[in-house]
């Protein structure tokens, strides 16, 4: 079993930077894929960005390319997502989740962290 708890979200203004974090429970965590996904009002939970089990590689979603980092510790068991350039439409609640990357299955997932960016 794997627990999953984010932090680092909060009230930042347009441009501004945050840094999430996202900690894990459980040894076995360092063998899973990581992702990060948001879901603002009203709208469909979307994928942010995700890295794998071991760092190697990197996906993000087009519209965060360039702004936002994801990266891991796994001696500390911990993944974060650096966020710079911040807009009003990233405001969102953040969610981890772990699982495996290429068949889309994310089996652990956090309770999430509200991001709010004002402009």
């Known amino acids: 079993q794997v627990q999953l708890v984010e932090s680092g979200g909060g009230l930042v203004q347009a441009g501004g930077s945050l840094r999430l974090s996202c900690a894990a429970s459980?040894?076995?965590?360092?063998?899973?894929?990581v992702g990060w996904f948001r879901q603002a009002p009203g709208k469909e939970r979307e994928f942010v960005a995700a890295?794998?089990?071991?760092?190697?590689?990197?996906d993000y979603a087009d519209s965060v390319k360039g702004r936002f980092t994801i990266s891991r510790d796994n001696a500390k068991l911990t993944v974060y997502l650096q966020m710079s350039s911040l807009k009003p439409n990233d405001t969102a609640v953040y969610y981890c989740?772990?699982?495996?990357?290429?068949?889309?299955?994310?089996?652990?997932w956090g309770q999430g962290t509200q991001v709010t960016v004002s402009s």
């Open positions: 989740a772990a699982g495996r990357r290429a068949r889309n299955d994310y089996a652990y």
């Open positions: 459980g040894r076995i965590f360092s063998s899973y894929d």
């Open positions: 890295i794998g089990w071991n760092g190697g590689s990197t």
